[in-house]
């Protein structure tokens, strides 16, 4: 499960740099046609040769991300909720094959944001959620909360998004307000179906507690307030730029 930047190296750099694509998620996204090995070798011989044509050589070795044309067209007669609801279907997105790319697997149904977002997203999903619950879709909530608990057990917390770049960092830790929501029409016995996910993912964010101190205050996505108080911060655990938004990130 590396992510893009350190599983092609040079090329993807080379790639971002020279924004073959204007926005930079396009190439973060693209799925390899044939093994990284062989796509990497055929770089390192092709790059020196004069009439090297960097966007024809990602052409011609990359699939480029699915681009999903819904046709939708909004009614205006329809009220906002309604409006909503017609949505569902078009942002829905059924269970993941193995993916060669930066896709991580998910093994139930889940709502996507949309446009250039084709993969699910940690705390937007909880204001999703809101939006499925006035539409009685309280099993499109199991579903992407059952896909949360899935990347606790797998990857040990609930990432920024299932990407393989977004494997050093996370979002807002919504999760235990997505199983209260969905026990307000299932009832208590979800908190102690979501119980283990929920104390596995409390134990990452908590991760470092015993590190912190007067002296330092700082550890991991643990912070110590002078008054002794503990929070919880936003933290990468890669100091780079975002492959995502590399050419960004470098220039800026």
Request: charged content about 20%.
């Amino acid at each position: 499960m590396l992510p893009p930047e350190q599983r092609y190296g040079e090329l993807f750099r080379d790639v971002q740099m020279a924004k073959v694509f204007p926005d930079g998620k396009t190439f973060a996204d693209c799925v390899p046609k044939y093994p990284t090995h062989e796509i990497l070798e055929h770089y390192e011989e092709q790059k020196g040769q004069p009439d090297f044509n960097l966007a024809q050589f990602v052409e011609a070795n990359f699939a480029l991300p699915t681009a999903y044309s819904s046709g939708f067209r909004a009614d205006p007669t329809r009220s906002v909720g309604e409006h909503i609801k017609a949505l569902w279907p078009v942002l829905t997105r059924q269970p993941d094959q193995q993916d060669p790319g930066t896709l991580l697997p998910l093994p139930h149904p889940y709502i996507v944001p949309g446009g250039r977002f084709g993969e699910i997203y940690y705390w937007d999903s909880y204001f999703t959620m809101l939006g499925l619950q006035v539409s009685g879709r309280d099993d499109m909530i199991g579903n992407m909360i059952d896909n949360f608990a899935y990347l606790i057990d797998t990857v040990g917390f609930i990432p920024n998004g299932n990407r393989t770049y977004f494997l050093g960092r996370s979002q807002p830790p919504f999760f235990a307000q997505m199983v209260k929501l969905l026990a307000q029409d299932e009832g208590d016995s979800t908190l102690l179906k979501y119980l283990p996910a929920l104390e596995k993912e409390y134990a990452f964010w908590m991760d470092g507690l015993q590190e912190v101190s007067a002296s330092q205050p700082t550890h991991l996505h643990v912070v110590r307030l002078p008054d002794g108080s503990i929070l919880n911060r936003y933290w990468d655990k890669f100091a780079k730029p975002r492959p995502e938004m590399y050419h960004d990130d470098v220039v800026t």
